[in-house]
């Protein structure tokens, strides 16, 4: 079981959101425990407006990641620290966009998610390498979270 390095405490509004409440601090795939914790989030932003609901927060969101991704860059020194998870927030909102609202949706955008953030094909890798820092921690999941989009759009397309 891998262990996430210990990080800065989350008594700050910064700690608490690029971890995502601490969900980037549980052991073993940090990364998975992030897009997990997105998914209630999500949910109450379905039921309060739809769709756009979700889009417009994973935006806003982007800009908070941006902030509270660079103030625990520089606490830890680390240039892409594991426990920050508001990145996979952000992308696995995205992906819940078009996702259709049962179980066997939200997981397919989850797995879709996760699978175009490890294994990082082509754009999403580039990303992540020609940025270091807050701005490609954060990208890299945004471009990872609308591949994931564009199979849930084939998806819902084809479902009718």
Request: aromatic letters at 12%; a positive charge.
């Given at each position: 079981m891998?262990?996430?390095?210990?990080?800065?405490?989350?008594?700050?509004?910064?700690?608490?959101?690029?971890?995502?409440?601490?969900?980037?601090?549980?052991?073993?795939?940090?990364?998975?425990?992030?897009?997990?914790a997105?998914?209630?989030?999500?949910?109450?932003?379905?039921?309060?407006?739809?769709?756009?609901?979700?889009?417009?927060?994973?935006?806003?969101?982007?800009?908070?990641?941006?902030?509270?991704?660079?103030?625990?860059v520089?606490?830890?020194?680390?240039?892409?620290?594991?426990?920050?998870?508001?990145?996979?927030?952000?992308?696995?909102?995205?992906?819940?966009?078009?996702?259709?609202?049962?179980?066997e949706?939200?997981?397919?955008?989850?797995?879709?998610?996760?699978?175009?953030?490890?294994?990082?094909?082509?754009?999403?890798?580039?990303?992540?390498?020609?940025?270091?820092?807050?701005?490609?921690?954060?990208?890299?999941?945004?471009?990872?979270?609308?591949?994931?989009?564009?199979?849930?759009?084939?998806?819902?397309w084809?479902?009718?």
């Amino acid at each position: 079981m891998s262990r996430v390095p210990p990080g800065p405490p989350l008594n700050t509004a910064w700690a608490l959101l690029a971890t995502w409440f601490g969900a980037g601090r549980l052991p073993f795939a940090p990364g998975t425990w992030g897009s997990l914790a997105a998914v209630p989030f999500a949910a109450v932003l379905q039921w309060l407006g739809g769709p756009w609901a979700i889009a417009l927060a994973a935006f806003l969101l982007f800009f908070v990641g941006l902030w509270a991704s660079l103030r625990y860059v520089k606490a830890t020194g680390r240039k892409d620290p594991q426990d920050i998870v508001i990145d996979e927030v952000v992308g696995q909102w995205i992906a819940l966009i078009l996702a259709p609202i049962s179980l066997e949706g939200v997981l397919l955008a989850v797995v879709l998610f996760r699978a175009f953030d490890i294994v990082k094909p082509w754009p999403i890798r580039w990303i992540e390498r020609r940025w270091p820092g807050p701005l490609g921690v954060m990208l890299d999941d945004v471009v990872a979270g609308l591949a994931a989009l564009a199979v849930m759009a084939v998806v819902r397309w084809i479902g009718g």
